[in-house]
């Protein structure tokens, strides 16, 4: 029976994967223990987020994933390198050092040659060659293919058994140099006696479905091969102990094929893993409480756009306008270029479905012509906005339901027809007559925007936006109308109810919500360290108009801490390693601003960042990935720390390690005893590069900063807010949920008490949709002027009359990174949610609410801006949704202020421990069982207040400790 796939072409790093991952079953009544859930995933690059839900994964490691790049989001120890033992193919880098006379056949179907084992320096050629490289990218565990090779040349039993001796002999020299290797033997039946006790788990292939990859065939397995198998499970189970896995194929497609492999494989008391023929999308494994779900709900919409060379993806329009609306619906985003391979195969398992924005001709017109096609032919549904990128006719027209419009527009164009449930959201169309897209929709599509001309004797008629059987489109300029004179921009189409209906996107789908948790909108509050070195200009301890003496200078993180301390909420501060250091700018004032640091990380409210060694301004440049000025070259870009572009450090160069994990440690030796530095707060125009992302992962810190979230009255349109990060390669850079204070205080210039319009922001992203959390997002300069530390104190003040959660900015990247991997899918009439349990809530449609009398991980819900808030116990859940109206009357937990763990319900009531970083509050719903409860707090009787229609209660904690876990009691009258 054939093995896997093991060649990796030019063509894997265009593939992208999206369908859905699942973990782990409980133990069955005659297991011994809970066996391990495996995944293989063969393509490029490797979906980080979406194989996070395993505990082993298997990758190609020529796909260039390494998993010391992404200790930070999954543990490194689960990922397992395909090494082939018994086969080698040419395109390996170490093929040309092998001595021909150690290949002693070839398989054509696989373009390999086989390996002898028996050949002398062959195993001590493939740790040092094959194995050790791997082990220093980070890999811990080994996938070893191709175990049973051999028999192909071996003809007699004498040459059966040096060859397997040859095997046995690699397999334990990779454990003498690496003990701590994990190793999945595939096969190798034959050579259990002598190595079983160095196995993690075995593999095999084609239970009950196979794949022919001479015929390129998905096929069914013969009885007779399946039973030889189960034969040889047994032994590795009863007489080994050791968990098995099978791994079956069926089409990417096929749901139904899927479920019933892993059933049957199952019932076996094996491990399933059911993937496509190439190993190139994430496969169906074991679920923590349920088989295959009925249907799963990719939550990855791909973003096919230009991008400009040298320039970032921050600037594009799929992060500033599409990726906001789709994460708001709850779907990640990734991105693809024109200008490069775009993902190839059946896109419609992978991907929710494609968004495209083409503002420039298309590099290579025929192949995209035929991409695009592909995508309708598979029933991908696809959105195209600002231009088609090809012409619009012949074939593909009507395919696209579309007809070529011939002539002009003329002078003038006019609304004819316009669909006001979706058009004219932000302002009114303005038709353009010399930028137009010639064509009108057939009789199956929905014009949304038709134009006509206004000259007279002219019948120009066409579409200008729609929603068809493919999808949907709005051509330029009638999605974003962009107005560069005032550097704004209007959504003219309403983008959520557009890329609903053009992506066919469910309206009832749980949406992962990073801005709230437990019913409360989430708070929080980070500083940036510019200016930590800018003397106060006032008296910062008596608070009137006074200019600081250089005698007894004050510093503006004197008058910062005394904020910081006053409103005791959890504040992450970060400082520039370069500005307080001796060799940086001010070596006179550096031993004072390091005191400051230190009484600031002090603060028990205060988490530790860095703000980087020397604050770029202009990453790409600095990096030497964008152009400079007046010199592009790598060698003009690290000269860029001398033209203005960071502090100026003698003798200094940029270097990635230094400005990231170097200040890092730097800013450690500042901390006091049990803190460390847990965030990275990007600098300058924030715009880093994949590499740098990359360095905060490796340093075991998350990462924030960008987006320029900046809705105001004086620029009221959803295109000012930005989504919750982008990815980069594989690696994610989260945003800031708002703009600092620079904008509100015209950089500085004044006014300075301007960061009051921040409330705007905070009003204008919370009503009448919560799209953002409340982030209280400043420099250390805030701390020099009297207007601005008042301000700050006036917006804390407002700020805490408002029903908020104040988390610290590393718990918000936290939900943000949960958010990229989580899993949603359908269980029957079920949703099933799986993360990694530092997101806690999913947004339900208004009106609908989940049915708590038969729901799994759900703690209770709120109705709040945009739809009803559902909160989660931890890391799984599983519920139906309902009607509000035919809710189970039961009590549930509709608010806290903390961080909730331990929930449990009960016949009368549930119990649970609350830990908040302020004084904790937490308020009960259930409508008249509610008002029958009992609510004891580590014992006490607690007597409710009543807060908008709800029971909210106060336990007492200690002052010294108020994120002290309290734990509740709600025993409810039957």
């Not at 390996?92 to 070839?106: H, N, Q, V």
């Not at 640091?597 to 860095?610: G, I, K, Q, W």
Request: aromatic letters at 10%; charged letters at 20%; hydrophobic letters at 40%.
């Amino acid at each position: 029976m054939r093995t896997l796939s093991r060649s990796i072409g030019s063509t894997l790093a265009s593939i992208f994967a999206a369908a859905l991952a699942m973990t782990l079953l409980p133990a069955r009544a005659d297991e011994p223990a809970r066996q391990p859930s495996i995944a293989l995933f063969y393509g490029a690059p490797v979906p980080v987020g979406q194989l996070s839900a395993f505990d082993a994964v298997v990758v190609e490691p020529d796909s260039g994933f390494s998993p010391s790049a992404h200790a930070a989001q999954s543990a490194q120890s689960k990922w397992f390198a395909y090494v082939s033992v018994g086969e080698v193919t040419p395109v390996r880098a170490y093929y040309k050092d092998m001595p021909p006379a150690w290949l002693k056949g070839s398989n054509a179907a696989w373009a390999s040659r086989i390996v002898d084992q028996s050949a002398p320096g062959w195993p001590q050629f493939f740790v040092e060659r094959v194995i050790a490289p791997l082990w220093e990218r980070g890999y811990r565990g080994f996938f070893l293919d191709t175990l049973d090779s051999y028999q192909s040349i071996a003809r007699t039993d004498d040459e059966r058994a040096q060859q397997q001796a040859g095997v046995v002999a690699v397999i334990r020299a990779i454990k003498a140099r690496y003990p701590d290797a994990r190793l999945i033997f595939n096969r190798g039946f034959e050579l259990m006696p002598q190595v079983h006790d160095l196995a993690y788990a075995v593999a095999f292939e084609s239970l009950y479905r196979g794949w022919n990859q001479a015929a390129k065939q998905y096929v069914a397995v013969p009885a007779a091969d399946r039973e030889w198998l189960l034969g040889q499970t047994r032994t590795l189970r009863e007489r080994y102990g050791l968990p098995v896995l099978s791994i079956d194929y069926c089409p990417p497609a096929d749901r139904e094929c899927a479920r019933d492999a892993v059933d049957k494989i199952t019932a076996q008391g094996l491990i399933p893993y059911v993937t496509d023929g190439a190993l190139q999308t994430v496969g169906i494994g074991p679920a923590r409480a349920a088989m295959v779900p009925a249907a799963s709900a990719s939550r990855t919409i791909l973003v096919v756009q230009d991008v400009a060379p040298g320039a970032d993806l921050n600037v594009t329009p799929g992060v500033r306008y599409v990726s906001m609306p789709l994460n708001w619906l709850g779907y990640r985003v990734e991105f693809a270029d024109i200008a490069k391979p775009l993902p190839e195969g059946d896109l419609s398992k992978r991907y929710a479905g494609v968004v495209v924005w083409l503002d420039y001709p298309v590099p290579d017109l025929s192949a995209f012509r035929d991409w695009l096609e592909a995508q309708v032919d598979n029933h991908t549904p696809v959105a195209m906005l600002t231009t088609f990128g090809v012409d619009m006719s012949g074939d593909l027209a009507r395919k696209l339901d579309l007809e070529p419009v011939a002539g002009r527009a003329g002078k003038r164009l006019r609304v004819e027809s316009m669909d006001a449930s979706m058009m004219g959201f932000e302002m009114q169309p303005q038709p353009d007559p010399h930028d137009t897209a010639n064509v009108r929709v057939g009789a199956r599509s929905h014009s949304l925007l038709r134009l006509a001309s206004a000259d007279a004797g002219n019948a120009f008629t066409i579409d200008a936006a729609a929603i068809t059987p493919w999808g949907g489109y709005a051509m330029r300029p009638y999605a974003v109308f962009e107005m560069p004179m005032a550097n704004q921009a209007r959504w003219v189409l309403q983008p959520i109810r557009f890329f609903r209906a053009a992506l066919r996107l469910p309206e009832d789908m749980p949406a992962p919500d990073p801005t709230t948790e437990n019913g409360r909108r989430l708070l929080m509050t980070h500083i940036d360290g510019d200016g930590l070195a800018s003397r106060a200009e006032f008296d910062v301890n008596g608070g009137t108009m006074k200019v600081s003496t250089n005698a007894s200078p004050q510093y503006s993180g004197d008058a910062l801490y005394n904020v910081i301390r006053q409103f005791g909420l959890p504040t992450t501060v970060s400082v520039i390693e370069g500005e307080i250091s001796d060799n940086g700018p001010y070596p006179k004032d550096a031993p004072r601003l390091r005191a400051i640091a230190r009484e600031l990380f002090a603060l028990p409210n205060v988490e530790m960042a860095s703000h980087t060694y020397t604050h770029p301004l202009q990453w790409m440049r600095v990096t030497g990935l964008g152009k400079s000025s007046g010199d592009d070259t790598a060698e003009g870009a690290s000269r860029a720390n001398y033209n203005g572009l960071s502090i100026d450090i003698p003798g200094y160069r940029y270097d990635t390690g230094r400005e990231i994990e170097g200040s890092i440690r730097y800013i450690d030796t500042l901390a006091p005893a049990g803190k460390r530095v847990k965030m990275l707060l990007w600098s300058g125009d924030c715009q880093v590069p994949a590499s740098v992302i990359q360095a905060a992962d490796n340093a075991g810190v998350y990462n924030m900063n960008g987006g320029d979230t900046l809705i105001t009255k004086r620029y009221p349109s959803w295109a000012a807010i930005a989504p919750l990060g982008v990815n980069k390669d594989g690696f994610f850079q989260v945003f800031a949920p708002n703009q600092n204070e620079e904008p509100y205080t015209d950089l500085w210039h004044g006014p300075y008490y301007g960061y009051q319009r921040v409330l705007e922001t905070f009003d204008m992203t919370e009503t009448p949709i919560r799209f953002k959390p409340v982030d209280v997002y400043y420099h250390m300069f805030s701390g020099t002027k009297y207007a601005s530390v008042k301000t700050l104190s006036e917006v804390y003040r407002a700020l805490s009359a408002q029903p908020l959660m104040p988390v610290y900015a590393s718990e918000y990247a936290r939900k943000v990174q949960d958010f990229e991997r989580m899993d949603v899918s359908r269980d029957g009439d079920f949703w099933r949610i799986h993360g990694n349990g530092d997101l806690r809530t999913v947004r339900l449609p208004e009106g609908r609410v989940p049915d708590l009398a038969s729901a799994e991980g759900v703690i209770g819900y709120k109705a709040g801006p945009g739809g009803v808030y559902v909160s989660l116990s931890g890391a799984d859940a599983r519920f139906r949704i309902v009607d509000a109206a035919h809710a189970a009357k039961l009590p549930y937990l509709a608010e806290a202020n903390g961080a909730v763990d331990r929930f449990t319900r009960t016949a009368q009531g549930f119990s649970f421990e609350l830990a908040s970083h302020v004084a904790p509050r937490f308020a009960i719903g259930g409508e008249a069982r509610a008002n029958a409860c009992v609510v004891r707090a580590n014992g006490r009787t607690l007597a409710p207040a009543i807060a908008q229609g709800r029971r909210v209660y106060s336990p007492p904690v200690s002052k010294r400790n108020e994120s002290e876990a309290v734990h509740v009691d709600v025993v409810c009258a039957s």
